[in-house]
């Protein structure tokens, strides 16, 4: 699909005349960016309408992926790019004197996500569209997404994110196909049915993005809910004077798809929360019903045309709210209803972490879904009659297990990397997984290679191409063929200099957006994720503080400069999490201050890390940190586009490292740390940290500068809540895991200090790494859980 220059151009120009009301002497950059979106997007339409009419007409089975959080970034370089338009668009932006690169970094980044699993639902509404298969993402269309984080004075500050300030290009609004969703009230039995009443309503409105795969050869939709008040204005109140009451409703109806996960520590935190799941969960429930009933189709064969995957358990009311529909309002047997619902839904766990398996009260769900509590009940009981071996229950001590619901609701649970999904199988889920031993299935994560290859590192795809013949980017294993070349001399310079123009770039930015001024020789050591203890930031900036020291001790030492960059939000309520930032920023500060160790190593903490500042980091990234606690991270999908990119990983045997680690080779990764069963081991002798503290003067050096207040001004009490914690029970076994992590991390020094050594290891992680491609994580989705077909 090509469109002469001339044309785009014209196009361009009349936009912005005719959809902006301005001529190009007044355009700004936005409405310049504006004109572009509009233009492209037109010319997604015709695929995704047509995709949509050959989807029916194939009678193709459809793949719905509910999420709370799609984290999709930005979505006209990915437009431009999958359209194969970058060279048009390039040139009559030229024509009209404006800067490729500006216009696309103007947009902004849509924040509909915290994290991996947000921009793992985003990945693959990419690669669902790329392999033809037909499918919607539902979620909800956050107002101000999670937040936009700043630094005062080193700690954390929350800002409102406020991407939608302006019009969002990419969507479409269907006012005509709103629904309406009601919580609370009371439930009346009527014979064998019951009838919900509910006493509190609000609008879901639907607005649809289109998500077009590769080559513009089929798009998908992402219908995002927003939510409005059934009856908005009081005008007789706002007549009376009485003018912020006038527009209450509305600001409550609001809140609902205002900001993705609100601070759920309060009582109203919590039922917000659960009214989110509850809104964006029920809409497109009944959203495809509606779509399937128009068919004239028998909802008994439901599970035939129609698979739902709930990511996570934040869609997992979608169990109970679906035998509802069945039951209550399409008369459906109770018993018919469970099943046909159970065959039509599957579940991903994305985590082992208890603190993260969701679980409402009793009284709280009780009270905003009654007709959905004693679902629960009577799914758990008749699961429990069926299964006489279960021991426990759904509803535990005045709680609902969230977990549990959608394994039992769920024809399929997957883990995400293979680690992770044996670990499911023996801790979180071992009583069910005892009584249902197929249900669990593992589907390693995977990341799509036209956005986290070709579009961000357009040089290293540039390189490859020259290579590989044929369009590789939609068979990734391909890149095994880069492996021969691994050897090869010329190759690997023209790899090198790929690796060193990406770093050259990033050190501009640097200095220009964050006045950093660092030598794009040194060895770029990037660890960008949310920030956890399990995650151990910590462990990095004490690597940092042990390094510093020892740079200081012995100056004519041969050290391997380093410039180390973290990125990532902490939760707002996460304390700890919020002083290992601080802490990291305090140390960069001194360190970066102090002239002895100038050149040889910088600390870069960048603010507001979200998917564009991941996509300018990793091509320019060298060493990748994954450094969790074995058994804590299910899988990391930063880890999979480091590798792809050409950064080996410094890292434990977690998650998907596992899997990484395997193919890549052992001797392109620096592996370091307890395994997770050594983990659970060492946790359980008394005063690990404090012995491996004693044991290792490097670590407890380090820490002694926190306490002595090395980092604040003197003030030793500064960074006790992380000083404390790591001396004292350090669960994620930070102290434990030190001295091997050092130990690593000068190997990689060493190796780094052999250009061609270090380039070669660079080149294989890429080469090995097509595995990790979210085609394939998308096929075996569709193969093993849903049994859906490509329609392209
Ligand atoms: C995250 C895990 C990551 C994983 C992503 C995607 C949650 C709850 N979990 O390890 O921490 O890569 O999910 O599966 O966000």
């Known amino acids: ?117 947000g921009r793992l639902a985003a990945c693959f509404m990419e690669s669902l569209a790329t392999l033809g298969c037909p499918a919607y993402g539902y979620g909800i269309r956050y107002e101000h997404g999670i937040f936009r984080q700043d630094f005062e004075d080193g700690r954390q500050v929350e800002h409102p994110e406020d991407w939608l300030s302006e019009p969002h290009a990419w969507e479409f609004e269907r006012p005509g196909e709103d629904i309406i969703i009601g919580f609370g009230g009371h439930v009346r039995e009527d014979g064998a049915r019951a009838v919900w009443t509910a006493d509190e309503h609000v609008v879901a409105r639907p607005f649809d993005m289109p998500i077009i795969g590769w080559q513009g050869r089929w798009a998908n939709t992402l219908r995002l809910w927003g939510a409005r008040p059934t009856d908005g204005f009081d005008l007789s109140r706002f007549n009376r004077g009485d003018f912020a009451a006038a527009a ?139 299964n006489p071996a279960r021991r426990t229950s759904v509803v535990d001590h005045g709680h609902v297990k969230m977990g549990e619901l959608s394994f039992i609701m769920a024809n399929r649970v997957n883990g995400v990397s293979a680690l992770h999904t044996e670990l499911m199988k023996k801790t979180v889920f071992s009583e069910l997984h005892g009584l249902h031993p197929d249900r669990i299935v593992n589907q390693t994560n995977g990341v799509t290679p036209r956005r986290w290859l070709k579009s961000s590192n357009p040089r290293l795809s540039t390189l490859i191409s020259s290579v590989i013949e044929g369009d590789w980017l939609v068979d990734l294993d391909r890149l095994a063929e880069l492996d021969p070349l691994c050897d090869d001399a010329g190759f690997l310079t023209d790899f090198a200099g790929v690796k060193q123009d990406n770093k050259v770039d990033l050190a501009n930015w640097l200095a220009r957006d964050h006045g950093f001024s660092v030598d794009p020789a040194a060895m770029f050591d990037v660890q960008i994720k949310r ?27 041969n050290h391997t400069p380093r410039v180390k960059i973290f990125g990532g939000k902490a939760a707002p309520g996460y304390v700890l999490a919020k002083e290992i930032i601080e802490l990291i920023n305090a140390v960069a500060a001194v360190v970066n201050a102090d002239p002895l160790v100038r050149g ?47 950064a080996p990983t410094i890292g434990t045997l977690d998650g998907a490292n596992v899997e990484i680690r395997e193919r890549v080779g052992a001797e392109n990764f620096f592996l370091f740390g307890m395994t997770a069963e050594q ?12 012995a491996a503290i004693a044991a290792d003067p490097r670590l407890a050096r380090a820490l002694q500068a926190i306490r002595d207040g090395a980092f604040s001004g003197g003030d030793g009490a500064r960074f006790a809540g992380v000083c404390d914690n790591v001396m004292g029970p350090d669960y994620f076994l930070v102290a434990s895991d030190f001295a091997d992590y050092w130990r690593a991390q000068r190997q990689a020094d060493a190796v780094f200090r052999d250009t061609d050594a270090w380039t070669r290891m660079a080149a294989r992680n890429t080469a090995r790494s097509g595995w990790f491609s979210s085609d394939r994580t998308i096929r075996d989705y569709m193969a093993q859980i849903w049994q859906a077909s490509s329609v392209t």
């Open 1 to 117: 699909m090509t469109f002469p220059t001339r044309l785009l151009r014209d196009d361009l120009l009349e936009r912005l005349k005719f959809d902006l009301g301005r001529d190009a002497q007044d355009a700004s950059l936005r409405d310049w960016r504006m004109a572009v979106s509009l233009a492209v997007r037109a010319r997604i339409v015709t695929p995704w309408l047509a995709a949509r009419r050959a989807a029916e007409a194939a009678g193709a089975k459809q793949v719905y992926y509910l999420s709370m959080e799609f984290l999709i970034g930005r979505l006209l370089e990915d437009a431009i790019v999958n359209l194969g338009l970058d060279g048009e668009v390039n040139a009559a932006l030229t024509e009209l004197g404006l800067d490729y690169d500006r216009l696309v970094e103007d947009e902004p980044d849509a924040a509909l996500g915290n994290g991996g699993l």
């Open 248 to 386: 209450e409703n509305e600001a409550l109806a609001r809140t609902i798809s205002r900001v993705l996960y609100p601070d759920d520590t309060t009582e109203q935190g919590k039922t917000l929360r659960l009214k989110q799941e509850y809104f964006f969960t029920a809409a497109s429930l009944r959203d495809l019903l509606r779509r399937f009933v128009l068919r004239g189709r028998d909802l008994r064969s439901l599970p035939q045309h129609v698979a739902i995957q709930m990511n996570d358990t934040h869609p997992a009311i979608a169990g109970p709210e679906l035998v509802r529909l069945l039951h209550d309002e399409h008369a459906m047997e109770f018993d018919d209803a469970i099943d046909t619902a159970r065959a039509c839904l599957a579940y991903t766990n994305h985590t082992l972490l208890p603190e993260a398996l969701e679980t409402w009260s009793e009284g709280l769900m009780a009270h905003l879904l009654p007709r959905h509590m004693r679902l629960i009940e009577r799914i758990d009981h008749r699961h429990a009659m069926a």
């Open 531 to 557: 920030i956890h203890e399990y995650k151990r930031q910590h462990l990095n900036i004490l690597e940092a503080i042990a390094l510093w020291q020892d740079m200081r001790a012995n100056p004519q030492g």
């Open 600 to 646: 040889r190593l910088t600390i870069a903490f960048l603010p507001n890390y979200n998917v564009s500042m991941a996509e300018r980091l990793i091509p320019a990234a060298d060493l990748s940190e994954q450094i969790s606690t074995a058994g804590k991270e299910a899988s990391g999908t930063g880890n999979m586009k480091f590798a792809l990119n050409g």
């Open 679 to 690: 983990v659970v081991a060492r946790r359980a002798l008394d005063g690990h940290a404090a």
